[in-house]
T-cell receptor, first 115, second 111 residues
Framework: DTGVSQDPRHKITKRGQNVTFRCDPISEHNRLYWYRQTLGQGPEFLTY????????KSRLLSDRFSAERPKGSFSTLEIQRTEQGDSAMYLC?????????????FGSGTRLTVV | QKEVEQDPGPLSVPEGAIVSLNCTYS??????FMWYRQYSRKGPELLMYTYSSGNKEDGRFTAQVDKSSKYISLFIRDSQPSDSATYLC???????????FGTGTSLTVIP
Protein backbone atom coordinates (compact mmCIF):
# COMPACT_ATOMS: atom_id res chain seq x y z
CA ASP A 1 0.00 0.00 0.00
CA THR A 2 1.53 3.29 -1.13
CA GLY A 3 -0.71 5.66 0.81
CA VAL A 4 -3.15 8.21 -0.59
CA SER A 5 -2.46 9.02 -4.22
CA GLN A 6 -3.60 12.18 -6.00
CA ASP A 7 -3.46 12.98 -9.69
CA PRO A 8 -2.38 15.27 -11.24
CA ARG A 9 0.17 16.86 -8.91
CA HIS A 10 -0.13 20.20 -10.63
CA LYS A 11 -2.75 21.62 -12.99
CA ILE A 12 -2.65 24.95 -14.79
CA THR A 13 -5.88 25.97 -16.47
CA LYS A 14 -7.42 29.02 -18.06
CA ARG A 15 -10.27 30.77 -16.30
CA GLY A 16 -13.61 29.32 -17.34
CA GLN A 17 -12.30 25.82 -18.07
CA ASN A 18 -13.39 22.70 -16.22
CA VAL A 19 -10.90 20.59 -14.28
CA THR A 20 -11.12 17.18 -12.62
CA PHE A 21 -8.86 15.75 -9.94
CA ARG A 22 -8.58 12.15 -8.82
CA CYS A 23 -7.86 10.65 -5.41
CA ASP A 24 -7.05 7.01 -4.68
CA PRO A 25 -7.31 6.39 -0.92
CA ILE A 26 -5.61 3.69 1.11
CA SER A 27 -7.41 0.54 -0.02
CA GLU A 28 -8.87 -0.52 3.33
CA HIS A 29 -10.08 3.00 4.23
CA ASN A 30 -13.79 3.57 3.73
CA ARG A 31 -13.77 7.27 4.56
CA LEU A 32 -12.51 9.89 2.13
CA TYR A 33 -12.22 13.65 2.57
CA TRP A 34 -11.49 16.59 0.28
CA TYR A 35 -9.86 19.72 1.65
CA ARG A 36 -8.64 22.96 0.06
CA GLN A 37 -5.57 24.84 1.24
CA THR A 38 -4.50 28.32 0.18
CA LEU A 39 -1.08 29.83 0.82
CA GLY A 40 -0.44 30.55 4.49
CA GLN A 41 -3.67 28.92 5.62
CA GLY A 42 -4.63 25.59 7.07
CA PRO A 43 -6.71 23.14 5.03
CA GLU A 44 -10.44 23.88 4.82
CA PHE A 45 -13.00 21.09 4.66
CA LEU A 46 -14.90 20.65 1.40
CA THR A 47 -16.67 17.28 1.56
CA TYR A 48 -16.57 13.78 3.02
CA UNK A 49 -17.60 10.30 1.85
CA UNK A 50 -18.23 7.10 3.70
CA UNK A 51 -17.95 4.41 1.05
CA UNK A 52 -19.87 5.82 -1.93
CA UNK A 53 -22.18 8.05 0.12
CA UNK A 54 -21.38 11.77 0.31
CA UNK A 55 -22.29 12.51 3.93
CA UNK A 56 -21.23 16.10 4.43
CA LYS A 57 -20.57 19.15 2.25
CA SER A 58 -19.16 22.50 3.24
CA ARG A 59 -20.79 25.74 2.17
CA LEU A 60 -17.40 26.35 0.48
CA LEU A 61 -18.46 23.71 -2.05
CA SER A 62 -20.36 25.97 -4.45
CA ASP A 63 -22.51 24.59 -7.25
CA ARG A 64 -19.46 24.74 -9.53
CA PHE A 65 -17.86 21.99 -7.43
CA SER A 66 -18.92 18.37 -7.52
CA ALA A 67 -17.38 15.30 -5.97
CA GLU A 68 -18.09 11.63 -6.54
CA ARG A 69 -16.96 8.31 -5.22
CA PRO A 70 -18.94 5.95 -7.44
CA LYS A 71 -17.72 2.56 -6.23
CA GLY A 72 -16.54 3.53 -2.80
CA SER A 73 -12.92 3.41 -3.88
CA PHE A 74 -11.36 6.33 -5.79
CA SER A 75 -12.95 9.78 -5.81
CA THR A 76 -13.04 12.66 -8.27
CA LEU A 77 -13.45 16.37 -7.60
CA GLU A 78 -14.60 18.48 -10.53
CA ILE A 79 -14.58 22.25 -10.72
CA GLN A 80 -16.62 23.80 -13.51
CA ARG A 81 -16.02 27.26 -14.95
CA THR A 82 -12.89 27.80 -12.92
CA GLU A 83 -12.18 31.19 -11.38
CA GLN A 84 -8.88 32.68 -10.22
CA GLY A 85 -10.08 32.32 -6.63
CA ASP A 86 -10.11 28.55 -7.13
CA SER A 87 -6.30 28.54 -7.25
CA ALA A 88 -5.24 26.44 -4.26
CA MET A 89 -3.90 23.06 -3.19
CA TYR A 90 -6.64 20.44 -3.19
CA LEU A 91 -5.94 17.75 -0.64
CA CYS A 92 -7.51 14.33 -0.27
CA UNK A 93 -7.39 12.33 2.96
CA UNK A 94 -8.68 8.91 3.96
CA UNK A 95 -9.30 7.02 7.17
CA UNK A 96 -10.81 3.78 8.42
CA UNK A 97 -14.21 3.86 10.10
CA UNK A 98 -12.49 4.06 13.47
CA UNK A 99 -9.40 6.17 12.93
CA UNK A 100 -8.12 5.17 16.37
CA UNK A 101 -4.38 5.65 16.47
CA UNK A 102 -4.02 5.90 12.71
CA UNK A 103 -5.83 9.19 12.31
CA UNK A 104 -6.30 10.57 8.85
CA UNK A 105 -3.78 10.14 6.02
CA PHE A 106 -3.37 12.89 3.44
CA GLY A 107 -2.16 12.67 -0.12
CA SER A 108 0.41 15.07 -1.55
CA GLY A 109 -2.30 17.23 -3.08
CA THR A 110 -3.13 18.69 -6.48
CA ARG A 111 -1.98 22.26 -6.91
CA LEU A 112 -4.40 24.17 -9.15
CA THR A 113 -3.38 27.42 -10.82
CA VAL A 114 -6.08 29.33 -12.70
CA VAL A 115 -4.71 31.93 -15.10
CA GLN B 1 -14.19 33.97 15.80
CA LYS B 2 -12.27 31.14 14.15
CA GLU B 3 -12.84 27.64 15.45
CA VAL B 4 -9.10 27.12 15.90
CA GLU B 5 -6.44 29.74 16.55
CA GLN B 6 -2.75 29.11 15.95
CA ASP B 7 0.14 31.56 16.00
CA PRO B 8 1.60 31.48 12.47
CA GLY B 9 5.11 32.36 13.65
CA PRO B 10 7.58 32.17 12.06
CA LEU B 11 9.51 30.45 14.81
CA SER B 12 13.28 30.05 14.56
CA VAL B 13 15.28 28.00 17.06
CA PRO B 14 18.82 26.58 17.29
CA GLU B 15 19.37 22.87 16.80
CA GLY B 16 18.81 20.93 20.01
CA ALA B 17 16.28 23.38 21.46
CA ILE B 18 12.90 22.39 22.87
CA VAL B 19 10.10 23.72 20.70
CA SER B 20 6.61 24.48 21.99
CA LEU B 21 3.73 24.87 19.54
CA ASN B 22 0.22 25.76 20.66
CA CYS B 23 -3.37 26.06 19.52
CA THR B 24 -6.50 27.32 21.21
CA TYR B 25 -10.05 26.50 20.23
CA SER B 26 -13.55 27.66 20.99
CA UNK B 27 -15.74 24.58 20.46
CA UNK B 28 -16.02 22.55 23.66
CA UNK B 29 -17.34 19.59 21.64
CA UNK B 30 -13.90 18.93 20.14
CA UNK B 31 -12.44 15.73 21.53
CA UNK B 32 -10.11 14.43 18.81
CA PHE B 33 -6.88 16.34 18.38
CA MET B 34 -4.15 15.97 15.81
CA TRP B 35 -0.83 17.52 14.91
CA TYR B 36 0.41 17.45 11.34
CA ARG B 37 3.75 18.40 9.84
CA GLN B 38 3.75 19.87 6.35
CA TYR B 39 6.81 20.42 4.23
CA SER B 40 6.69 23.00 1.45
CA ARG B 41 4.38 21.97 -1.42
CA LYS B 42 3.60 18.60 0.21
CA GLY B 43 0.51 17.20 1.89
CA PRO B 44 0.24 17.21 5.71
CA GLU B 45 1.78 14.23 7.49
CA LEU B 46 0.20 13.01 10.72
CA LEU B 47 2.51 13.30 13.75
CA MET B 48 0.28 12.81 16.77
CA TYR B 49 -3.36 11.87 17.35
CA THR B 50 -4.97 12.09 20.78
CA TYR B 51 -8.41 11.69 22.24
CA SER B 52 -9.76 13.91 25.01
CA SER B 53 -7.41 15.38 27.62
CA GLY B 54 -3.97 14.25 28.67
CA ASN B 55 -0.49 13.69 27.30
CA LYS B 56 0.83 11.45 24.58
CA GLU B 57 4.48 10.87 23.83
CA ASP B 58 6.12 9.48 20.69
CA GLY B 59 9.88 9.69 20.48
CA ARG B 60 10.91 13.35 20.57
CA PHE B 61 7.30 14.54 20.28
CA THR B 62 4.82 15.11 23.13
CA ALA B 63 1.24 16.22 22.61
CA GLN B 64 -0.77 17.74 25.46
CA VAL B 65 -4.47 18.49 25.57
CA ASP B 66 -6.12 20.65 28.22
CA LYS B 67 -9.83 20.61 27.46
CA SER B 68 -10.70 22.78 30.45
CA SER B 69 -8.61 25.60 28.95
CA LYS B 70 -9.35 24.63 25.32
CA TYR B 71 -5.62 24.56 24.68
CA ILE B 72 -3.39 22.01 23.00
CA SER B 73 0.39 21.87 22.68
CA LEU B 74 3.05 19.99 20.79
CA PHE B 75 6.55 19.80 22.24
CA ILE B 76 9.56 18.81 20.16
CA ARG B 77 12.66 17.82 22.13
CA ASP B 78 16.20 17.93 20.72
CA SER B 79 14.97 19.72 17.60
CA GLN B 80 16.72 18.88 14.33
CA PRO B 81 17.06 20.84 11.07
CA SER B 82 14.85 18.17 9.48
CA ASP B 83 12.04 19.34 11.80
CA SER B 84 11.91 22.60 9.83
CA ALA B 85 8.37 22.65 8.43
CA THR B 86 4.92 24.06 9.06
CA TYR B 87 3.06 22.44 11.96
CA LEU B 88 -0.72 22.31 11.79
CA CYS B 89 -3.07 21.48 14.62
CA UNK B 90 -6.43 19.93 13.75
CA UNK B 91 -9.42 18.89 15.80
CA UNK B 92 -12.80 17.28 15.45
CA UNK B 93 -15.91 16.64 17.52
CA UNK B 94 -16.52 13.12 16.21
CA UNK B 95 -14.48 10.54 14.39
CA UNK B 96 -15.21 10.75 10.70
CA UNK B 97 -16.54 14.26 10.99
CA UNK B 98 -14.79 17.18 9.33
CA UNK B 99 -11.79 18.40 11.23
CA UNK B 100 -10.83 22.01 11.75
CA PHE B 101 -7.28 23.18 11.16
CA GLY B 102 -5.24 26.00 12.54
CA THR B 103 -3.37 28.21 10.10
CA GLY B 104 -0.08 26.45 10.87
CA THR B 105 3.15 27.57 12.57
CA SER B 106 6.26 27.83 10.44
CA LEU B 107 9.31 26.40 12.25
CA THR B 108 12.96 26.71 11.24
CA VAL B 109 15.64 24.81 13.17
CA ILE B 110 19.03 26.36 12.59
CA PRO B 111 22.05 24.01 12.54
Amino acid sequence: DTGVSQDPRHKITKRGQNVTFRCDPISEHNRLYWYRQTLGQGPEFLTYFQNEAQLEKSRLLSDRFSAERPKGSFSTLEIQRTEQGDSAMYLCASSPSNPGISGYTFGSGTRLTVV
Amino acid sequence: QKEVEQDPGPLSVPEGAIVSLNCTYSNSAFQYFMWYRQYSRKGPELLMYTYSSGNKEDGRFTAQVDKSSKYISLFIRDSQPSDSATYLCAMSAYTGNQFYFGTGTSLTVIP
